[in-house]
């Protein structure tokens, strides 16, 4: 087994911050040492095969995105990052480990879906995945198949309150499937979002002729989060079910939350970047001159990005200090504007609705720490020790301890990342400064002051100094345990 010592760094945890050097033997984590630390009287850097010098660095547990849609089949066409494309982007950004969502349709088994994103999937990541369970279809054998989900390492399930006809659950459908979170401890992930409004208030701004990807953001109105919000912590109340609420973007929906946990609720958020960056007056009303009045497309995606002149991204960072908002995830679902956003230049319902950012979360969340909106062990814990625990796979991951998977990013906050992707005077990309697969860079213009210098994944070197080293398939399935986040 191959050994490492990464020294000289400040490792950083959830807790706090120290200087030390981290031994890796093989695949996990030896021990934490003092820096420069003697065993049986010899340096231990002499005694490694491998030392990676992290002077002036930080040294932390390698990123988890707990929600990615790889290949997802979405809007009359799919996801453009496969497996391979999206993990090995998220790799380049300090993420080693994603949680993606199977889905299961209407008419299909919950089992024959789980099966396929193992086809999907399987001996083709760069980084460690494992799995939430997307239920489209609430049916007596499906509720039987959920219960076994745990003996899958799957411990959470996605439902929707939006989008009628797609992945749609009405409320009798949550309330049997919430009971079954009740009996087995699975995490109910919620899209909140009252689908069945949303979808009348779009069609009357069509009618009137209100077709531009601004008004993606018009229809889906923030009442219409903060109700579904409600309505979501009012079923998980009665069943009893631990509630996680994602991709939140309303400043009211996390005043319903916030309200849920000081009641003892076992209710739980994440929200990602783009609720925190990005508005929908300086994003989804864009014009440009390669895309004219499209341009919005690129940022439609639901929940949507909200005004700021409402003060919702301030208010999400808030939520980030005070723990009413626990952790950050991507919602990463990249469409390409070409043939797959395109599909709604006369009709924003039309536009696929996703994001891609999952090589850039860390970076997006770094720059939160020198902006002071949050601090650096804050960071740690919303990327990567949170999602962690809340899904069922600290002590393995989200920590930098003896017995823990050896994924760790050595990050440099002296150095600095650019994001976006060079166009020539006929806007034709001259080149990529991401490595996702779509057409096109939703954070074009975003500078980090912090640079993802080494990427580890089990020991293994995969990303170092701006080249990539690992290889397609040196990810594994992770099976995850029930969430060890329950208060
Ligand atoms: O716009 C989004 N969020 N696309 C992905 C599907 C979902 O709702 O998470
Ligand atoms: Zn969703
Ligand atoms: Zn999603
Ligand atoms: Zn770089």
């Known amino acids: 087994m191959a050994t490492t010592l990464i020294s000289g760094g400040t490792v950083v945890s959830s807790t706090g911050r120290a200087p030390a050097d981290v031994l890796i033997d093989g695949e996990v984590i030896k021990a934490v040492l003092s820096p420069g630390s003697t065993l049986f009287g010899t340096d231990v850097a002499a005694s490694v095969d491998t030392v990676i010098d992290a002077t002036g660095k930080y040294v932390i547990p390698g990123g988890i995105d707990a929600h990615t849609h790889m290949e997802l089949p979405f809007g009359g066409t799919a996801a453009i990052d496969t497996f391979e494309t999206g993990t090995r982007a998220a790799a380049w950004g300090g993420t080693t480990a994603i949680i993606d969502f199977a889905v299961q349709t209407f008419g299909e088994r919950i089992e024959d879906s789980l099966a396929a994103w193992h086809g999907k999937a399987s001996g083709n990541c760069a980084i460690d995945y494992g799995f939430h369970q997307i239920v489209g279809d609430v049916t007596p054998d499906s509720l039987k198949a959920m219960a076994k989900l745990p003996d899958e390492g799957i411990t959470s399930f996605k439902m929707f309150m939006a989008y009628p006809g797609v992945f749609y659950s009405d409320d009798a459908q949550i309330l049997k499937a919430m009971q079954v979170s009740r009996d087995t401890g699975l995490m109910t992930m919620m899209h909140a979002e009252n689908g069945p409004v949303i979808d009348v208030l779009a069609e009357q701004l069509v009618e009137q002729g209100k077709t531009d990807p601004y008004y993606h953001g018009v229809a889906r109105a923030w009442e219409m989060e903060e109700e579904a919000t409600h309505r979501a912590i009012m079923l998980a109340k009665l069943t009893g079910a631990p509630l996680y609420i994602v991709h939140v973007s309303a400043k009211q929906a996390v005043e319903q939350i916030a309200g849920a946990r000081d009641r003892g609720q076992n209710v739980f958020a994440e929200t990602c970047p783009q609720?925190?960056?990005?508005?929908?007056?300086?994003?989804?009303?864009?014009?440009?001159?390669?895309?004219?009045?499209?341009?919005?497309?690129?940022?439609?995606?639901?929940?949507?990005?909200?005004?700021?002149?409402?003060?919702?991204?301030?208010?999400?960072?808030?939520?980030?200090?005070?723990?009413?908002?626990?952790?950050?995830?991507?919602?990463?679902?990249?469409?390409?504007?070409?043939?797959?956003?395109?599909?709604?230049?006369?009709?924003?319902?039309?536009?696929?609705?996703?994001?891609?950012?999952?090589?850039?979360?860390?970076?997006?969340?770094?720059?939160?720490?020198?902006?002071?909106?949050?601090?650096?062990?804050?960071?740690?814990?919303?990327?990567?020790?949170?999602?962690?625990?809340?899904?069922?796979?600290?002590?393995?991951?989200?920590?930098?301890?003896?017995?823990?998977?050896?994924?760790?990013?050595?990050?440099?906050?002296?150095?600095?990342?650019?994001?976006?992707?060079?166009?020539?005077?006929?806007?034709?990309?001259?080149?990529?400064?991401?490595?996702?697969?779509?057409?096109?860079?939703?954070?074009?213009?975003?500078?980090?002051?912090?640079?993802?210098?080494?990427?580890?994944?089990?020991?293994?070197v995969i990303v170092d100094n701006d080249q990539y080293l690992g290889s397609k398939g040196d990810g594994r399935f992770m099976k995850r345990g029930l969430t060890q986040y329950l208060t």
């Open 275 to 460: 609720y925190l960056y990005l508005s929908l007056e300086e994003q989804l009303g864009a014009q440009s001159e390669q895309y004219g009045h499209f341009e919005g497309a690129k940022w439609v995606c639901s929940t949507p990005l909200r005004s700021r002149e409402e003060g919702h991204q301030d208010a999400m960072w808030q939520s980030l200090r005070t723990n009413d908002v626990q952790m950050v995830s991507t919602d990463h679902c990249p469409f390409c504007m070409k043939d797959q956003k395109e599909l709604g230049l006369a009709d924003f319902r039309k536009i696929p609705n996703g994001m891609g950012t999952v090589e850039h979360r860390m970076d997006l969340m770094y720059q939160g720490v020198v902006t002071g909106e949050i601090t650096l062990e804050r960071w740690v814990e919303l990327t990567s020790t949170t999602p962690a625990r809340m899904f069922g796979i600290y002590g393995r991951k989200g920590v930098i301890q003896p017995g823990a998977d050896a994924d760790i990013v050595v990050y440099d906050p002296n150095g600095h990342t650019s994001i976006g992707m060079p166009v020539d005077e006929n806007g034709k990309p001259t080149g990529k400064k991401h490595h996702m697969n779509m057409d096109h860079a939703a954070w074009e213009g975003f500078e980090i002051d912090g640079h993802v210098d080494t990427v580890l994944s089990r020991g293994k």
